[in-house]
């Protein structure tokens, strides 16, 4: 019955949301690993790539490959519109007023170190703290770190409870005007917890504070809107969101990044240069130096295409029902914890297994096709707070289906009784 349900529901919208057709615009899900289907539960590592990304890539390749910004024949001209439709097309994806807020960078670690080293070097002196969750990713950590270290100045860290939520309590305890900049993640990528980013801008931007928001996890989950949410500056990843490797996007506030100087320097970023002086460009090529991952914009852009196509309602009603399937399940199996336990949770299943190792259970999944992620997840300070040394994290997407959670669930039990011998 719950099998139907999931393959085909009529969503909010109207749509039909039929999974198995879904299934088909991924050529990657129908790979054997070990003469086994394979059950790729690693998207919070990387998604997958439906066949219009993949067709929009080598459409580009093969059709009109070139660089663009100064080419002024027909191929350069097709390739730079195709760029900035992907810019516009990603300031309609998450409401921003305006596409020279829309920065193309690396992804979402590139674009942290933009804001850490452009902003946060002007803004943060002697004594001033910036303030972060424990729940971050690595991306969010050492770049304010490092700017903490050189400036003489306080990282601080909101603390999260034992089911992985953060302690709001404490953030407004933390929240000083020492504070001038706040970085937290939108969902952890490690516990799946979905954060009240919200109310985390409110309150800072009442305290003065300019606020990044870590949407690497977020983009692909949850409907963003950057002016709803009044984010300063917001940070995603191409590969996340069913798009290619080596594109991300940093959102910016137009007023913010008019003031900001470049983070890079080189071609595109200037309007003239002599060997005495450089005048630099206009937002956003100010901070797009050297030529752009231009095949990165179109496959952006057509991962944009499909998730709206798809609908992220119907993405987030698929992806809770695995995740809720999911979690009924394991917590059937003895020995098994799940870490991160908040109520308000994105579709990632973070465990550990009583006198188990986690890499060798991902190691033993792997054999019955079973792809997860084991480890620490780039977060180790918040494993430190688990006190645990990893986990082994299941993460689903919309093309997952129940039949993949059954069959991950009796590898993982397989898995166990082997291991335990
Ligand atoms: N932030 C979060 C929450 C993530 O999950 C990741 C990647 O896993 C990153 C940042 C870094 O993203 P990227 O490696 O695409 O720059």
């Excluded at 674009?111 to 690595?138: K, R």
């Excluded at 990528?189 to 979905?194: E, H, R």
């Amino acid at each position: 019955m719950r099998l139907t349900l999931v393959k085909l529901q009529t969503t909010l919208t109207g749509k039909i949301f039929d999974v198995d057709r879904i299934r088909d615009d991924f050529p990657i899900l129908s790979r054997k690993i070990n003469g086994k289907p394979l059950v790729y539960l690693d998207n919070a590592a990387t998604s997958q790539k439906p066949i219009s990304v993949i067709n929009a890539i080598t459409d580009y390749y093969k059709k009109y490959n070139s660089n663009i910004h100064r080419g002024v024949y027909s191929i350069s001209i097709e390739a730079n519109e195709a760029y900035e439709k992907a810019k516009e097309n990603i300031r309609a994806f998450i409401n921003a007023g305006d596409v020279r807020e829309i920065i193309f960078t690396r992804g979402t670690t590139e674009a942290i170190n933009l804001v850490a080293y452009s902003y946060g070097f002007t803004h943060v002196n002697e004594g001033d703290e910036v303030l972060i969750s424990a729940m971050e990713h690595h991306a969010n950590i050492v770049p304010w770190q490092v700017l903490c270290q050189q400036k003489n100045a306080k990282l601080k860290v909101i603390p999260v409870n034992s089911k992985g939520k953060l302690e709001m309590e404490e953030f407004k305890r933390l929240l000083t005007p020492k504070v001038k900049i706040v970085a937290v993640c939108h969902i952890s990528n490690s516990l799946g917890t979905i954060n009240p980013v919200k109310e985390v801008i409110r309150l800072a931007h009442e305290n003065g504070s300019v606020v990044l928001i870590d949407g690497a996890q977020a983009i692909h989950h949850t409907n963003v809107d950057v002016c709803d949410l009044g984010a300063d500056f917001y940070a995603f990843s191409g590969h996340k969101m069913y798009g290619p490797m080596g594109i991300g996007v940093l959102y910016g506030k137009a007023e913010l990044l008019e003031a900001m100087p470049p983070y890079q320097t080189g071609g595109d970023m200037i309007s003239s240069v002599s060997f005495e002086k450089t005048i630099y460009n206009d937002i956003p090529l100010k901070f797009e130096a050297g030529t752009p991952n231009v095949e990165g914009t179109v496959g952006i852009s057509a991962a944009i295409d499909y998730i709206n196509e798809v609908g992220l309602d119907s993405i987030h009603k698929q992806e809770s029902e695995l995740l809720d399937y999911a979690t009924e399940k394991i917590n059937q199996i003895e020995g098994v914890r799940i870490i991160g336990t908040a109520q308000n949770k994105a579709s990632v299943l973070s465990f550990v297994v009583n006198g188990l190792n986690a890499l060798d259970i991902g190691i033993m999944l792997d054999t019955y096709g079973v792809a997860v992620r084991t480890g620490q997840h780039c977060t180790e300070p918040l494993m430190d707070i688990f006190g645990i040394p990893g986990t082994v994290r299941a993460s689903f997407a919309f093309y997952n289906t129940l039949a993949e959670v059954d069959i991950f669930i009796e590898a993982l039990k397989s898995a166990i009784s082997t291991l335990k011998r």
